[in-house]
């Protein structure tokens, strides 16, 4: 919440309650300050509906620390109840993959976009994703693949795109760099492994039947 906001949140509730709202000048700028400190994480629209759901139940002022009290387990719920979709930014973009995954969990918090459930990322792959991730050779539990992801960008993404049933460009070679399937392009007479497969691997990839490799 900004602290322009405060004011005129104080100003809703004590339309309900006026013992809230300071008469001396003084105290009401200290009264501004010291919520605005509290409540800055909270969104105007949860603060001012946290505050109609307190006089529902209670006759008692409401304090800043109730508002807060209620974000904070709101907060706890949404993001007990989401499990983090692989974002679809190139994994070898540190920066990018983690601004994606903050802003996806930010929007989550927030109410934005409703939680991801877990059981729809953890049901268990059709056969044809089962054949494409035991060719890649997983051999680590789900959870702990998902910990080291960052340290392993081509096999995180070959899973994510098995998962998501896309086309993988590794599972076939590379006619341009002469990569054989299942190993990264390579970039140049260097031979050192290149962050993302040629174009037009990824080109045969897509032409490729389903189940077959070239």
Same mark, same amino acid.
């Given at each position: 919440?900004?602290?322009?906001?405060?004011?005129?949140?104080?100003?809703?509730?004590?339309?309900?309650?006026?013992?809230?709202?300071?008469?001396?000048?003084?105290?009401?700028?200290?009264?501004?300050?010291?919520?605005?400190?509290?409540?800055?994480?909270?969104?105007?629209?949860?603060?001012?509906?946290?505050?109609?759901?307190?006089?529902?139940?209670?006759?008692?002022?409401?304090?800043?620390?109730?508002?807060?009290?209620?974000?904070?387990?709101?907060?706890?719920?949404?993001?007990?109840?989401?499990?983090?979709?692989?974002?679809?930014?190139? !994994?070898?973009? +540190?920066?990018?993959?983690?601004?994606?995954? #903050? /802003?996806? @969990?930010? &929007?989550?918090?927030?109410?934005?976009?409703?939680?991801?459930?877990?059981?729809?990322?953890?049901?268990?792959?059709?056969?044809?994703?089962?054949?494409?991730?035991?060719?890649?050779?997983?051999?680590?539990?789900?959870?702990?693949?998902?910990?080291?992801?960052?340290?392993?960008?081509?096999?995180?993404?070959?899973?994510?795109?098995?998962?998501?049933?896309?086309?993988?460009?590794?599972?076939?070679?590379?006619?341009?760099?002469?990569? !054989?399937?299942? +190993?990264?392009?390579?970039?140049?007479?260097? #031979? /050192?492994? @290149?962050? &993302?497969?040629?174009?037009?691997?990824?080109?045969?990839?897509?032409?490729?039947?389903?189940?077959?490799?070239?």
């Amino acid at each position: 919440m900004n602290p322009e906001e405060v004011p005129q949140l104080i100003a809703q509730i004590a339309l309900a309650d006026p013992r809230v709202k300071r008469e001396n000048e003084f105290e009401r700028r200290a009264q501004v300050l010291m919520w605005a400190g509290i409540l800055a994480d909270v969104p105007y629209d949860y603060a001012l509906k946290a505050a109609h759901e307190h006089y529902a139940q209670s006759v008692w002022p409401i304090l800043p620390a109730d508002i807060a009290t209620r974000w904070t387990a709101t907060v706890r719920d949404r993001m007990n109840r989401h499990t983090d979709p692989t974002p679809i930014a190139d !994994p070898d973009d +540190e920066a990018a993959w983690r601004a994606e995954l #903050l /802003a996806t @969990r930010h &929007s989550v918090v927030t109410g934005q976009v409703a939680p991801a459930p877990l059981n729809e990322l953890t049901a268990s792959p059709s056969d044809e994703v089962q054949e494409r991730l035991d060719r890649i050779g997983r051999y680590l539990p789900d959870e702990i693949g998902e910990q080291i992801a960052r340290y392993r960008p081509v096999r995180a993404e070959r899973e994510r795109l098995a998962r998501a049933g896309q086309p993988d460009p590794l599972d076939v070679r590379c006619d341009w760099c002469r990569a !054989p399937a299942g +190993e990264p392009c390579r970039q140049g007479k260097s #031979l /050192a492994r @290149r962050r &993302s497969p040629h174009p037009s691997r990824i080109e045969a990839a897509a032409a490729a039947p389903k189940g077959q490799t070239p």
